[in-house]
């Protein structure tokens, strides 16, 4: 449960590896790392999020590399944000004393975070100051398969084996002679440091405190824009800063999460590379950070997503931050995997997928940036080949809803027609004819309009199941469940008080429980997805049955749902995808975009229903 004053607590490890609930997140907008409850800082991929990483302890403790700061003899620790920043402390209590760790990717003194612009440093500062006692702190910084050291400037220069493309600086307050020192400290002692790579700094000052003081208070502004008044509200901040720290703010891509190959379940071979942008992502997301006060992020992530599918000679399902085709999924030996959960993956195999909600997404995608500053876009701000490729699009989705493909959850078995998918080809249809009647521009929109009220129809009989009193996942009935139904009126297809989707949300919240307000995305003995095993309650479905709640008039039920959502997050208000059911640990790539775009979307409806303001 998120804690803005958290206890300290014993630092567990399983299988050498701290639990996905003791991970803290820091950023700059272009990269980001994860700092443990122990001081090691065991993932960050460098210059990017996409990039390989220089850190990967997360994925082999042994061989993977780390940056750790910490007392010996380590007893207990807690960690907390900085209210309202991306600026992390960690204090750490060894047998002799107390230790208080900052951490942050820094940003230029007043860099304005709404910009469209790069404000990282290419900087990570890591500053320890002894609160109580003595400590002999330990600084350890072991990229990833080595490399050369020298003497360099006022620090020491790194050269990693398998990164020539880097070059990396670490400065100190204090003599450096190794990548490996002790430092005996006592109270009110300081030891900074400081890695940069993309420059060098020989002779500007090591001022580490101003670095992170620049850095809150360009957070704290990027926080004033923040407007929501509901429940959970300091969840809901802090949300919107998760959400910030995945975005790559100088070109507006969201990455899905900033890591790859978490397993979903432990042990299982669920682990995939997260660390690229699904135009999918982009509705929901932009959805979400709108209606909290974050009109710029979401206009820039509409822009990428836009720009992205006009460049593409097939529109793809996701794209790399450049808004390139993602590479190739291969598995790397070299490492045993999160708590020996292989394969370790790189790329995404299901980037070259068959996915027709992939037309309403775009289309949904350029409805709400078309809707941008309150109505003021106009048809001379549409180019017109954007135009004829959103209109193309939407003739694609009037025939491809049909055919099979792989679905919302890129199931890697045989594809079926998804009800989900024909349902968004509806949106593709509803959208396109939308935009052109608002904005006159041409097109096949009375045929748009007919078809999306005639798959509407379509979706509502025959995926419609008597004897189970539900809505099926496959167009063809037999009443087999997924929790992507839930999706259908977030996104307009049905309403969620039509007496079909009434009876699937029943259905639903019963028949894919994991408990105490937990959802599967489907079950396994019912819809194969390809692969073997089974998997953890996917966080995303459960809020959306918290939204279905709202939108139902049910909101006891809603209220009480999300609040128990909300207290699974770790004590930074951090979510994973999924869920163990039965241990209640994280799962999956963390933290995860989805989650969090939940944490806001499921708020802001409920606020909303409360006062009886229009969602």
Not at 124 to 148: I, Y
Not at 251 to 263: H, K
Not at 411 to 432: I, K, N, P, W
Not at 454 to 471: C, F, P
Request: a negative charge.
């Amino acid at each position: 449960m998120h804690d803005p004053d958290p206890p300290f607590r014993p630092v567990h490890r399983r299988e050498g590896y701290l639990p996905l609930e003791d991970l803290g997140l820091i950023g700059d907008g272009t990269t980001s790392a994860l700092v443990g409850l122990d001081g090691s800082i065991s993932w960050m991929c460098l210059p990017r999020f996409d990039s390989e990483p220089l850190f990967c302890g997360l994925l082999d403790h042994a061989r993977g590399g780390h940056f750790t700061l910490a007392p010996e003899e380590l007893v207990e620790a807690r960690q907390r944000y900085e209210p309202d920043t991306g600026v992390l402390t960690t204090e750490l209590r060894s047998t002799t004393g107390l230790v208080r760790v900052t951490d942050a990717l820094t940003v230029r003194r007043g860099a304005d975070l709404t910009d469209d612009l790069s404000a990282g440093r290419c900087e990570l500062v890591r500053s320890a100051v002894v609160l109580a006692g003595h400590v002999r702190l330990r600084a350890v910084l072991e990229p990833r398969g080595g490399g050369t050291v020298r003497a360099l400037f006022s620090g020491l220069e790194l050269r990693p084996s398998q990164r020539p493309d880097l070059r990396l600086h670490l400065r100190s307050n204090r003599l450096l002679t190794d990548l490996r020192s002790s430092h005996d400290l006592r109270q009110g002692d300081h030891l900074d440091l400081v890695l940069s790579w993309g420059r060098f700094h020989r002779h500007h000052r090591f001022e580490a405190d101003v670095m992170l003081a620049d850095t809150a208070a360009a957070w704290r502004r990027w926080m004033e824009h923040f407007d929501y008044f509901g429940p959970q509200e300091a969840l809901v901040r802090r949300a919107a800063i998760t959400l910030k720290l995945c975005d790559h703010w100088a070109n507006g891509a969201l990455v899905a999460a900033p890591t790859s190959s978490l397993p979903a379940p432990i042990g299982g071979i669920r682990n995939w590379d997260y660390r690229y942008a699904w135009i999918r992502d982009a509705a929901y997301a932009v959805f979400a950070l709108r209606r909290v006060g974050f009109t710029g992020e979401a206009d820039a992530f509409l822009g990428w997503a836009l720009d992205a599918v006009e460049q593409s000679r097939n529109p793809r399902i996701m794209y790399t931050i450049d808004g390139c085709p993602v590479p190739d999924e291969i598995e790397d030996a070299e490492f045993e995997g999160y708590r020996r959960s292989t394969p370790v993956r790189w790329g995404n195999g299901a980037t070259d997928q068959r996915q027709h909600d992939l037309y309403g997404e775009i289309l949904d995608c350029a409805d709400q940036w078309l809707r941008t500053d309150q109505w003021l876009r106009t048809a001379s701000q549409v180019q017109p080949a954007l135009w004829v490729r959103l209109a193309g699009l939407a003739d694609t989705a009037e025939q491809a809803w049909r055919q099979p493909d792989q679905g919302i959850w890129e199931v890697r078995s045989e594809g079926r027609a998804f009800t989900y998918s024909a349902g968004m080809c509806q949106v593709a249809l509803d959208r396109a004819a939308t935009i052109s009647e608002r904005l006159n521009l041409p097109g096949r929109t009375t045929a748009w309009r007919a078809s999306a009220d005639r798959l509407r129809r379509v979706i509502l009989e025959e995926s419609w199941d008597e004897d189970a009193q539900t809505l099926s996942a496959h167009l063809d009935g037999g009443g087999v469940l997924d929790a992507s139904l839930l999706a259908l009126p977030l996104r307009q297809v049905l309403p969620a008080d039509h007496p079909r989707m009434v009876a699937t949300t029943t259905a639903i919240a019963k028949r894919l429980s994991a408990g105490d307000g937990l959802l599967y995305r489907y079950l396994h003995r019912e819809s194969s997805d390809g692969l073997s095993g089974d998997e953890g309650a996917f966080m995303l479905c459960s809020f959306w049955l918290a939204d279905n709640l709202t939108a139902q008039g049910r909101l006891d039920e809603a209220e009480e749902l999300y609040a128990s959502l909300c207290a699974r997050t770790s004590p930074l208000g951090l979510l994973p995808e999924q869920i163990d059911a039965t241990s209640g640990e994280f799962m999956g790539n963390f933290p995860q975009a989805f989650s969090h775009i939940g944490i806001i979307a499921s708020g802001v409806n409920l606020a909303r229903a409360k006062t009886g303001a229009r969602t």
